[in-house]
């Protein structure tokens, strides 16, 4: 085994082993705090599988979040389902209504296909703000008897929506990374190159774009809802914000490094880092931010990851295949 697979490795466990112990040692605003990041690392690398390998750019992620969330939160309320159960049950129906919807944006190009994603999901918010059981458009918290049905205390409960999350992120890195490696994994990298040259080679493009879209349908859904049964409280606006959902989650992948698996994780801590130091600056966080995204845009086009990686050569996830003779 080579030096730099055992650092790796090593990492890896480590980054583990910190995830699994924290809650013994951490306390409850740490564990809040380690959920959300879960949550935008797994909607940060949904959607560099989409835009950074797919070419997939979409800016109405946020209808499936919103649609976990919801999803959830019905299944729980009317179904009498443990939320914690919905959650994979909201991530497999949010997957089947992104087949019908990809068919519907599918037929559109470029911006189009961008604007088209974001109409789907403001349709989405205007649509559950009409449904007078789920709150309409002031939305509703969960009953405190739905709520105990997770587990009977509230150590309990955050224990197991935390492991949740963090299960869900470590799961969302590896099987990105799991399918990058496969073949498959070779006809995304060729689609984000040049889509035009990979279909000439025969990689049916339409096919794998779509598998990816409803792939990062199902991820994003859940940690939709895990988000909103940590929240323990829903409302269209906040499900389906496209500044939380989508805004923050290019950032954090554009600024990390588009289309490299390290890239989110390097956004999510920077990100995270920003809004701590600057969150109490109002409207001049957005600004820094925006700022900082076009100042990384302009300087290191692939991402900080990128800069680092061209310097150094470092991988965390080694993509590349050596020819064996």
């Keep these: 085994m080579s030096r730099a697979r055992t650092i790796r490795i090593g990492l890896g466990l480590a980054a583990v082993a910190v995830l699994l112990s924290l809650p013994l040692w951490g306390g409850r605003a740490n564990m809040r705090l380690v959920i959300e990041i879960c949550c935008y690392l797994t909607l940060a690398q949904m ?133 990058l490696r496969r073949p498959i994994g070779l006809a995304f990298t060729a689609i984000r190159d040049s889509e035009e040259a990979s279909s000439s080679l025969g990689v049916d493009t339409y096919r794998l774009k779509f598998v990816v879209w409803v792939l990062a349908a199902f991820g994003t859904a859940l940690a939709g809802g895990i988000l909103f049964l940590q929240k323990l409280r829903i409302s269209p606006d906040a499900a389906f914000s496209v500044q939380d959902w989508t805004a923050f989650v290019i950032f954090i992948v554009v600024i990390g490094g588009l289309g490299a698996i390290e890239g989110p994780i390097v956004g999510v801590a920077l990100f995270f880092t920003l809004r701590s130091l600057l969150s109490n600056y109002g409207s001049w966080y957005l600004i820094l931010l925006g700022l900082l995204a076009t100042v990384v845009m302009l300087a290191a086009p692939k991402g900080l990851w990128g800069l680092v990686h061209g310097r150094t050569g470092w991988e965390l996830f080694p993509l590349r295949r050596k020819l064996i003779r």
């Design 47 to 179: 959607w560099n599988l989409l835009a950074g390998y797919a070419g997939i750019v979409s800016v109405g992620q946020q209808a499936w979040v919103g649609l976990g969330g919801y999803l959830m939160v019905s299944s729980a309320l009317f179904l009498h389902i443990n939320p914690l159960l919905a959650i994979p049950l909201a991530g497999l129906a949010s997957a089947l209504v992104a087949i019908p919807v990809g068919f519907l944006v599918f037929r559109l190009r470029g911006p189009y296909f961008a604007i088209g994603t974001w109409v789907v999901a403001e349709v989405f918010r205007l649509g559950f703000a009409q449904v007078s059981p789920l709150g309409g458009g002031s939305g509703l918290s969960l009953p405190a008897t739905v709520v105990r049905d997770m587990a009977p205390n509230a150590a309990t409960r955050e224990g197991l929506i935390y492991y949740s999350a963090a299960g869900l992120a470590v799961g969302a890195v590896v099987l990105v990374y799991i399918l």
